[in-house]
């Protein structure tokens, strides 16, 4: 295993009894943690005994990564604190992770639950799953650990089910997405790399020399690039998405008034425009109370580790 493992940290606003059983009850569990789809514990004959699970993953094309596990959560003083300590494994040929342990612990504090986890996993596949996991698999689920976990916070404060604030975060993200793909694409194929004749006929409608209107086109490319990285880079800022409605907004208007003539034809500027901002204000809209890993702590603090 590595040294460092995978830590995350957050400040739920809610009782400790409300966090322990929406992480200690499998049915609930598996609603807010993205890593999981399926948990089910099995039959625990002993109550003195580790809590025996197993865990079902789906990944694409309909595949599914199955394995296995066991907790021990202890209530050291039901009003300030808990802790749940697991091992997990897994046989499944597909599954990166052979084995691994971690923690979650419970901090009652003032106004909330200090809520942390720490854990770390062996891979297999040698050399190459160590790689894949360094570059790829570790970062991933690291994000998804906090993404989950700030998935539950806004479960336990402001009582957003898990299943919205999923449907939000994907309608938020394919909207942004395709936004800022409509302005990388724009400025880069009919503007720079393929100069379209309608790019330059629209320009030179309004007066300009066409020696004038090839360099605005070059500009206004160079420029659509920038706004598309912008929107999908930063990903929760909101002033791309404001200043495409502006600019769409102005295009439209300026299509209309100087050439008309494109606006009634097939595959025309104005619906284009008009379907980019009604994209970007689904964006606007849907960015309220999403789940952010930026929302939580991700190095853990010398005192807290294992």
Known sequence: MSRQGIYVETFIRGSLDDLWQKTQTPQLHQRWDLRFSEIEYLPRPDPAQP??????????????????????????????????ALKFW??????????????????????????????????????????????????LISWATAWSFDRLRLWIEQQIDPGVSLRSSVIYALA?????????????????????????????????????????????????????????????????????????????????????AYAVAAFNPVTLNLATMALAVIALISDRDLPSARHCQRQPKEANKA
């Open 51 to 84: 809590q025996q699970f197993r865990y079902t993953t789906r990944i694409a094309f309909g595949l599914r990564i199955s394995g296995a596990g066991e907790s021990l959560g202890t209530r050291d003083d039901p009003a300030t604190g808990a802790t749940s």
């Open 90 to 139: 897994s046989d499944d040929p597909k599954s990166l992770i052979r084995k691994g342990s971690g923690y979650w612990k419970y901090i009652a504090q003032e106004g909330g639950v200090r809520f942390l986890t720490w854990y770390d996993y062996e891979t297999r596949f040698g050399a190459l799953g160590r790689l894949f996991d360094w570059i790829i698999f570790r970062p």
């Open 176 to 260: 942004r997405i395709v936004v800022g793909f409509i302005w990388l694409y724009h400025g880069l194929l009919p503007k720079l790399l393929f100069l379209s004749k309608d790019e330059m006929a629209l320009l030179m409608n309004t007066g300009l020399r066409p020696d004038a209107a090839l360099m605005i086109v070059r500009i206004v490319g160079i420029a659509e690039i920038v706004l598309g990285l912008a929107t999908l880079l930063g990903w929760r800022w909101r002033w791309p998405l404001l200043v495409s409605l502006g600019l769409l907004g102005v295009a439209t208007v300026g299509v209309i008034v100087t050439s008309p």
